[in-house]
């Protein structure tokens, strides 16, 4: 039996357009309906938060400890701020989420300035880094503090493990804490084929944004912090920062539901493998240029105007770059290969006038 939709005109299709417009996993709504039994201790008093601990230092190290929360941007503001002072400044790269999709919450909640930095292919470097981290001691600039980087990046590439430890190390050279907004790690990690804490613990990240949403939960995600001595007062900016869930449980079990096995690496691999068959089968299409390499569960292509909205018609989707007709296409765990099929052959159609 299906479940009733609105009455209305026919809307694009939002399959591609986010990984945020998939569903709930199953085995997710599976979790929240068992969890959904008898009464539990409010606030992280509860038996599947004390689970979610457990199974949290099983992939990130003994020392590591999560903090659920209701979304990434609160993920993001209640890290990078236990992560700071109020004079502190976070390097980050030009495009990420926290700079360009976040309506200034890191400078409105945190009270942090942002730097963005050019990264023509999303990842930040040593080098870079250094361009825009100066000033330490001149009460005129703000101090750097905090570097942070997004794996998967929003132009949908990967840092290797190697890549990640040399900017880490680094930034800790020069006094400052590294952040990793993680909305995508599991799709990272089953690209590299590593564990997640390769791409984190062992590669010295102090604090993690870890994404469950963009894989599979219903909503949720948690603030993991790998070096204890990295942040201060984490529980209160939590509360403070409105994200302290009184059902804890709800998200605890749905990122216990995700780790504990291996959910999270199954979604992953298969939204990736998704984006890949969506690459390879637009790009002999005429009209269409794949602009950058298919790392994780993105495709990034260039089109006309025109064949983006006559596509637009029965599909949504990102404009990634109006000047150069860049758009984004984004694959998640409940792609079929039936959908990318039909995607194709509208996209051929509509390069078609």
Known sequence: MTSPVPDGPRTPDAGFASDNCAGAHPEILAALTAANEGYQGAYGDDAYTAR??????????????????????????????????????VICAEGSHINVDECGAAE?????????VPAPDGRLTPELVDRYAWGW????????????????????TVYTPEQIAALTAHAHER???????????????????????????????????FGGTKNGLLMGEAVVVLD???????????????????????????????????LWLRNARHANAMARRLAEAVRPLPGVRITRPVEAN??????????????????????????????????????????????????AKALTP
Not at 55 to 83: K, P
Not at 310 to 335: H, I, K, N, P
Request: proline share 3%; net charge neutral.
């Open 175 to 209: 006094g400052m804490r590294v952040h990793m907004d993680g909305a995508r790690l599991a799709n990272a990690a089953a690209s590299l084929g590593v564990p997640l804490r390769a791409l984190t613990t062992d590669a010295g990240v102090d604090v993690l944004s």
């Open 228 to 262: 204890p001595a990295a942040v201060r007062g984490l529980p209160f900016l939590r509360k403070a920062g409105m994200q302290l869930a009184s059902k804890m449980r709800f998200i605890s079990a749905q990122l216990v539901a995700l780790l504990d096995g291996d």
């Open 108 to 116: 409105k909640v945190a009270g942090l300035k942002l730097v963005p």
């Open 137 to 156: 001691g001149d009460v005129h600039h703000a101090q750097p503090g905090v570097v942070s980087l997004t794996q998967s990046t929003e132009l949908g």
């Open 298 to 347: 993105a495709v990034f292509a260039a089109l006309s105007a025109e064949a983006a909205a006559r596509l637009r018609e029965q599909y949504s989707f990102a404009t990634w770059d109006e000047r150069t007709g860049e758009v984004r296409w984004m694959c998640s765990f409940a792609t079929t290969e039936d959908e990318v099929r039909a995607f194709t052959s509208a996209l």
């Open 52 to 89: 979610l601990r457990d199974v949290v230092r099983r992939h990130f190290g003994d020392q590591a400890e999560a903090f659920c929360v209701f979304n990434g941007t609160g993920a993001n503001v209640v890290a990078l701020q236990s992560m700071s002072e109020r004079w502190s400044s």
